[in-house]
């Protein structure tokens, strides 16, 4: 089923043919450094990498009888190689190729999953400056607070993207390192050169010390960045299925010629893309606990991690991947209602001002105290009796005893509400091109 979801790009990275062609490549650089301190000689170097390969096939039918899977694997390389595949995997342990090769696959992967986040940051940006002075009713509570501006809605979401490019860029680090020290990482059949100089082959700093395997905080590090990533993506996607509600209708994720809503009503535009996204957000965090559970490994090493990394890493990774290419397109292309955005902030008859009017009067002299309950009184009244708050307001002796009225009516205009956004804006983008 997650096929449905594999961007060919990231799919690639995850596919056997892929993992069994890092593991080769690690391999070729473990010879390539025994070779360089003279333990392997050049004529069989280069024998090794003129021939070594390897089929898929044949590695799965190999693995079927001696269930191990670098085994098999070795088995399929040195039937190609030939004597000098003697040379190959000497002093080493399994998790030496598979560890390393898999900091190789998950560093390309988060480079891509980077390169998403770009992608989304800049669709960010540019409909962010767009509604920039596109008024519309800020919600506490679902409830209606004060004016904001959908820009300043969509520029939230684009510093968030922001972190999460530093997080993908502190997990790449983090990951981006290999063993090669032997079955308990003790480098006992092995110099440690080797480790230094393949590794700096393949683009990988030395662990400084590990068991028979990378400890796994490293790992969840990861899976928990893509689950952060994951959840930020429902946070917007839920924020575009509350504003396609029919009854605020502000905002709507794109409806493609020839789509259909319903199989029963017709007149149907749900925001299935939207809501896809929120359910595939909780399968990625709920790889977080795998990934954390995996930390824990008995002594120097047990295989406890090795199935389920099988299923949470290319999950993660496939599906953050799709998520995130989703989420460029919707926004890149939703429709805004700007209309409907400035009728919802008339909806409630002027009540969103009712802090303006609070704060008019304490300006006047009155106290706080007082100057709530006056307000207070007057916007229940016309939320319970569906009135015009500043026409109440107007009305009140001891509110237009303190105010106006053109100081009133100043306090119902939306210019204020605009005056710092420009301010805003600034400074989130102020070092950006």
Known sequence: MIDRYTNPEMGSIWTDQNRFRTWLDVEIAVCEAWAKLGKIPAGSLKTIKAKAGFDAERIEAIEKVVKHDIIAFLTSVNEKVGPDGRYIHVGLTSYDIVDTALSLMMRQSLRLVR????????????????????????????????????GFKILVWYEEIKRHIAR?????????????????????????????????????????????????????????????????LEKFTLEIRHLQKSEVLELEEPFTKGQKGSSSMPHKKNP?????IAGLARLVRSNVQVAYENIPLWHERDISHSSAERIILPDSFILTDYMLTEAIDIIGHWVVHKDRMRSNIDATRG??????????????????????????????????????????????????????????????????????????????LAHES
């Open 115 to 150: 390169k998403r986040l770009l992608e989304l940051k800049a669709v960010l940006r540019r409909e962010a400056i767009k509604h920039k002075k596109t008024v519309c009713m800020g919600r506490t509570h679902g409830v209606h607070a004060e004016p904001v501006t959908f």
């Open 168 to 232: 993908v860029d502190r997990a790449m680090e983090t990951i981006s390192v290999g063993r090669i020290s032997g079955s308990v990482g003790t480098y006992i059949h092995l110099d440690p050169k080797v480790e230094v100089i393949a590794l700096k082959k393949l683009g990988l700093a030395p662990a400084p010390v590990s068991t028979q395997v990378l400890q796994r905080d490293r790992h969840a590090e990861t899976v928990a960045t893509l689950a952060l990533v994951a959840t930020s």
């Open 272 to 276: 299935v893309r939207c809501e896809r």
């Open 351 to 428: 009540l969103t001002f009712s802090q303006s009017v609070l704060l008019a009067l304490t300006r006047k002299g009155m106290s706080r105290e007082d100057a709530y309950q006056l307000v207070q009184r007057n916007s229940l009244k016309a939320w319970n009796e569906s009135g015009d708050f500043k026409a109440l307001a107007s009305a009140d002796p001891e509110i237009a005893a303190k105010l106006g009225p053109a100081e009133l009516r100043a306090c119902f205009s939306l210019d204020p509400y605009l005056e710092k956004i420009d301010y805003i804006f600034e400074r989130v």
